[in-house]
T-cell receptor, first 112, second 118 residues
Framework: GENVEQHPSTLSVQEGDSAVIKCTYSDSASNYFPWYKQELGKRPQLIIDIRSNVGEKKDQRIAVTLNKTAKHFSLHITETQPEDSAVYFCAASSGGYQKVTFGTGTKLQVIP | GAVVSQHPSRVICKSGTSVKIECRSLDFQATTMFWYRQFPKQSLMLMATSNEGSKATYEQGVEKDKFLINHASLTLSTLTVTSAHPEDSSFYIC??????????????FGPGTRLLVL
């Protein structure tokens, strides 16, 4: 089955700096890669996703890159704000109604 | 749109009792729903895939007789934790994919149910 690894497990940045979270996956059949933000005690919220036919996608301060050959994908948050502090999960899926496999999570702390 | 609810949000029960958790898609029909368990400071671990009108598919290591799943309609799936024990205490979260999405992968999560077994 799919295995998703995520690094780092914790990340502290100063407000205004950028944050980068990296993930790798094992199943070459995976073609959908969502990123979720989860605040303490709350449900995961989809913040951005990318499909394997695209190498990069951007939405305001958030961008995701995908290297399908290397089975790597990354989340980039620019101009971080304190409200960006949360746990971020990457995930991978082979699409359709297939299950999503989550990474281990990154706790991001943005220091004011 | 694409709202998923769960009930109850919190439950405390005695060891040995059973607890039922409901997951509802409020404004869409969901052929497939997923049940996850999340322990403190850990990731979401998929327990099972719930398919409307058929048996659920359980992940390796998840006891199907302990975690009963029923997906009786396109808007409701239930998870029953039978003979609960303290080690079952966790945050249970469901997610659903709209049936009308044509196979879109986006999953919408419920708010979760925090279970504490005493």
């Amino acid at each position: 089955g799919e295995n998703v690894e995520q690094h780092p497990s914790t990340l502290s940045v100063q407000e205004g700096d950028s944050a980068v979270i990296k993930c790798t996956y094992s199943d070459s059949a995976s073609n959908y890669f969502p990123w979720y933000k989860q605040e303490l005690g709350k449900r995961p919220q989809l913040i951005i996703d990318i499909r394997s036919n695209v190498g990069e996608k951007k939405d305001q301060r958030i961008a995701v890159t995908l290297n399908k050959t290397a089975k790597h994908f990354s989340l980039h948050i620019t101009e971080t704000q304190p409200e960006d502090s949360a746990v971020y999960f990457c995930a991978a899926s082979s699409g359709g109604y297939q299950k999503v496999t989550f990474g281990t999570g990154t706790k991001l702390q943005v220091i004011p | 749109g694409a709202v998923v609810s769960q009930h109850p949000s919190r439950v405390i029960c005695k060891s040995g009792t059973s607890v039922k958790i409901e997951c509802r898609s409020l404004d869409f029909q969901a052929t497939t729903m997923f049940w996850y368990r999340q322990f403190p400071k850990q990731s979401l671990m998929l327990m099972a895939t719930s398919n409307e009108g058929s048996k659920a598919t359980y992940e390796q290591g998840v006891e199907k007789d302990k975690f009963l799943i029923n997906h009786a309609s396109l808007t409701l799936s239930t998870l029953t934790v039978t003979s609960a024990h303290p080690e079952d205490s966790s945050f249970y979260i469901c997610s659903a994919t709209p049936a009308a999405s044509g196979g879109s992968e986006t999953q919408y999560f419920g708010p979760g149910t925090r279970l504490l077994v005493l």
